[in-house]
Structure formats: structure tokens, C-alpha cells
């Protein structure tokens, strides 16, 4: 692992958290898709946790940005029932969508860049970064919890250390 910069670790541990993403969403049994938790069905946690990613990690003020082609009212908010299901194909793409834009701008990402705002944002893009692993790794122990809970099988993560997987790999520790 390379550590000589800040931004080096920050695209280490980024790469680690997105492999896990994709890895925890494909363990979710279908049976427990649309399956309810805190009053919403999961689902609908993994859009509001990819939807965040997409739009804080690297500038929410950014007038270019736009919700995704599926995405309608308070679809990715967990305190407003919608009526509206998505399938996990359309999430596994969004994902896709997410980690290409993600890996671009991290594989770009410069120490002297860290305690800058992106244009017309509030906060500096470390904030951001920082703020969108606690958000993501928040909804992910909630996903892994309930994944691990109703099917006694546990989400393969990589923690600081472990290899990506190359081909075939179990899913699950």
C-alpha cells in the first residue's frame, strides 16, 4: 500500500470501501429486497447510501450534477415512504455509474486539492471525503447486520489488509 501522501490513502481505503459496497449489495438474498427495516424496505437503504456517495463525495453544490435517470422525489430519503421499487440491476449500474466517477476523481486527487472547496461548496473536499466514509460505513454495519442476522452468513469485507480478491472469490467470511 502506497502511503507517502494523503491523497494515495484516501484512494487506498476508497478502492477498499467500494469493493466492499459491491460485495455486501450482491450477498443481499432477494427475498430480503424489498424486505422492511426501520420502516423502509432494504432497498431503499442501499439507494439512500449510493445516492449520497454520488452526490457528496466530491461536490453536492455542483450545478453539473444530476440525480440519476431512475431517481424521483425523496426516493432516497429514509424518512419518506415512495411508492416507487428498484430492482437490483438498476442499483448494481447506478453503483457502476458511481464507482467509475468516484475512481477518476480520487485517481486525480492531489494533497494540495484537500483543503480546498470545490467550486461554490461549503466545505473543503477532505470534509466531504471523510464525511462520506462515515456515511457509507454507517449504512453499510446496518446492511451487513441485517444481512448477517437473518441469514447467519457474513459479508466478506477487506479490511486494511486484505487482498482484492482476482476472479472467483467466496462472498462471505
Same mark, same amino acid.
Given at each position: ?19 466492499? $459496497?459491491e460485495n $455486501? $449489495? ?37 450545478p453539473g ?91 466478506? $469485507? ?16
Open positions: 500500500m502506497v502511503q507517502e501522501k494523503y491523497s494515495d490513502i484516501i484512494k487506498e481505503q476508497t478502492n477498499r470501501a467500494l469493493w466492499e $459496497v $455486501v $449489495v450482491t450477498c443481499i438474498p432477494d427475498a430480503m429486497w424489498e424486505k422492511e427495516y426501520c420502516g423502509m424496505p432494504l432497498w431503499k437503504h442501499v439507494y439512500h447510501m449510493l445516492h449520497s456517495l454520488d452526490l457528496w463525495f466530491i461536490n453536492p453544490d455542483d450534477y444530476a440525480n440519476p435517470w431512475f431517481h424521483e422525489k425523496d426516493l432516497n430519503n429514509l424518512d419518506v415512504v415512495t411508492n416507487k421499487l428498484l430492482s437490483r440491476e438498476t442499483l448494481e449500474a447506478y453503483f457502476l455509474e458511481i464507482e467509475k466517477k468516484i475512481k477518476n476523481y480520487t485517481e486525480n486527487l492531489e494533497d494540495d486539492m484537500l483543503l480546498l472547496k470545490p467550486e461554490g461548496c461549503k466545505y473543503k473536499r477532505f470534509t466531504l471525503i471523510l464525511a462520506q466514509h462515515r456515511h457509507l460505513h454507517t449504512h453499510m454495519g446496518m446492511i451487513m447486520g441485517v444481512i448477517t442476522a437473518e441469514t447467519g452468513l457474513w459479508p466478506r $469485507v477487506l479490511g486494511l489488509e486484505g487482498k482484492f480478491p482476482d476472479g472467483e472469490y467466496e462472498k462471505y467470511f
